[in-house]
């Protein structure tokens, strides 16, 4: 029998190789200190763009006037939450896909899980989520939606609908989530993002435990 983990470690790898978002800013590391005889570290300088590997959205990021990464409220970044397969259900995921998972007991956070692996390279066909899916989770109480890939969105979107409409319902969003070794089933979250005071975005460690019995 294969025991259960006690964590699951739901997080992206970030490094030179992780994919970027067309036009984001790649991670990049240089070494600004190095172990020697004169001197006793490593340090090292790294820049990215937020939305390199597993993270969160902060309002800002889709409304000129919202609060940064820093400021929003963490709550909805720790506690119980739903992992949901959708597996090869795209390019958008549609309430249908979602439904055998509802139940009256739904947690108010949700991760959907539409990859049977992540992938290594940009996925320029990745899955998004329906509005329509979006307000049925907001309805049902859901304070935070997670997925797997690296938009809400279709990649191509201009008018980014999913996005718009979790500004407009006062969700939050964990995207690029790695949900491949996690069965469906309720969890603890915790996906904590950084106190960024002035990014639109923040990569996050994010993990899954058991629930308390």
Known sequence: MTATPLIWDISAPVHSASPAYPGDAPYQQRWTARISADCPVN????????????????PLHYDASGPSMGAVDLQPY????????AIGCGPLIAWQHLQHA????????????????????????????????IARLADLGVQLIGIDTASMDPAGSTT?????????????????????????????????????????????????????A
């Open 43 to 58: 340090v090292g300088a790294i820049s990215l763009s937020p939305h390199l590997g597993t993270h969160a959205d902060a």
């Open 78 to 85: 720790i506690g119980p939450c739903r992992v949901i397969h």
């Open 102 to 133: 509802i139940t009256p007991d739904l947690p108010p956070r949700v991760l959907v899980r539409t990859y049977a692996q992540a992938p290594q390279q940009w996925d320029e066909h990745l899955s998004g989520i329906t509005t329509d899916a």
């Open 160 to 212: 980014l609908d999913s996005h718009m409409l979790v500004r407009a319902r006062g969700l939050r969003i964990l995207e690029n989530l790695v949900l491949d070794a996690v069965p469906e089933g309720d969890y603890e979250l915790i996906a904590l993002p950084l106190k960024l005071m002035e990014a639109e975005a923040s990569p996050v460690r994010a993990i899954l435990r058991p629930l308390a």
